[in-house]
């Protein structure tokens, strides 16, 4: 049996335009939780004495203008 819809192969749906809608603020939110784990990370190690980070391939100074940063920028 055939469909009563015919759809050019092409066209999208009133589904997929609603999922393309719902779908950006998830994307945004796991972004923006992805980045507040990074700042919690970095404060963690910028409590870290100098010769610390320097062992393990890090500056201070480097970090500190990583965290001044805003959280929406990568």
Request: hydrophobic share 40%; aromatic share 6%; no cysteine.
């Amino acid at each position: 049996m055939t469909s009563m819809i015919n759809r050019h192969p092409n066209s999208h749906s009133a589904l997929t335009d609603v999922s393309a809608v719902l779908g950006r603020p998830l994307v945004l939110a796991a972004h923006m939780a992805q980045r507040f784990k990074e700042r919690r990370e970095l404060n963690r190690l910028l409590s870290y004495p100098d010769y610390l980070l320097s062992d393990i391939g890090l500056q201070r100074s480097d970090m500190q203008r990583q965290a001044i940063r805003p959280l929406w920028r990568a």
